[in-house]
């Protein structure tokens, strides 16, 4: 049984970016029938795994799609409350800083790149900054719950969700604002940065608390 993590920061905290109400539903409501749903499907199981990130690739190996959708997205859920933090933190600092400059040229290009992204994803999904372990960063869009811990060798570094429950409350239909307000005010780069260090180092980085 899997339980559904405090958030990292009071309700109130990410105002007026993100709003309480928009936590409440979002962490409080869909993030918690994840983690409900997650656990409906392992109960019966005496082989379930103890790891939130074993439960995802036991649902890769038997195809189970419904398996995967729940523990995908109480993972996703999990980080990406990890992404963001009240505290501003201006742009990324030392080697991701470098690395991203390399990639898209500059840190002005890599938000442009970021919002153009998210706003061009069609439908419900995620917006990725992920490493490999040469440190190369690049963005990728994955569709409904799909997750980049699939993916062996690559270490996700930063997410925004772009699923319409992220933003209808606080914007409406105006995904292009959120996803701004995400990379401009929002995003937690000292996490990003330690998940680079994580992921040139080889270690896992970011586990979903058990
Ligand atoms: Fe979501």
């Not at 992204?117 to 960063?137: C, M």
């Not at 690559?154 to 933003?167: I, K, S």
Request: net charge negative.
């Amino acid at each position: 049984m899997f339980n559904l993590p405090p958030l990292p920061y009071e309700p109130t905290a990410l105002e007026p970016h993100m709003s309480k109400e928009t936590l409440a539903f979002h962490h409080g409501k869909h993030h918690a029938a994840y983690i409900k749903n997650m656990n409906a499907a392992l109960a019966e199981r005496a082989d379930a795994p103890k790891t939130v990130e074993g439960v995802v690739q036991l649902a890769v190996r038997e195809g189970n799609k419904k398996l995967f959708n729940n523990a995908a997205q109480t993972w996703n859920h999990g980080f990406f409350w990890q992404s963001m933090t009240p505290t501003p933190q201006g742009d990324p600092q030392g080697d991701l800083k470098l690395a991203i400059e390399k990639a898209f040229g500059s840190l002005t290009a890599f938000r442009e790149q970021f919002v153009a992204q998210g706003v061009g994803h069609f439908a419900s999904g995620w917006v990725w900054l992920v490493s490999d372990k040469s440190g190369a960063v690049k963005l990728v869009d994955l569709h409904d719950a799909d997750t980049p811990i699939t993916e062996i060798g690559t270490t996700p570094l930063l997410v925004c969700d772009v699923w319409e429950h992220a933003y209808y409350i606080d914007y409406r239909n105006e995904r292009p604002k959120f996803v701004t307000a995400f990379i401009e005010k929002l995003a937690n780069w000292r996490f990003a940065e330690a998940q680079y260090d994580a992921a040139r180092k080889g270690e896992d980085g970011w586990q979903f608390p058990t």
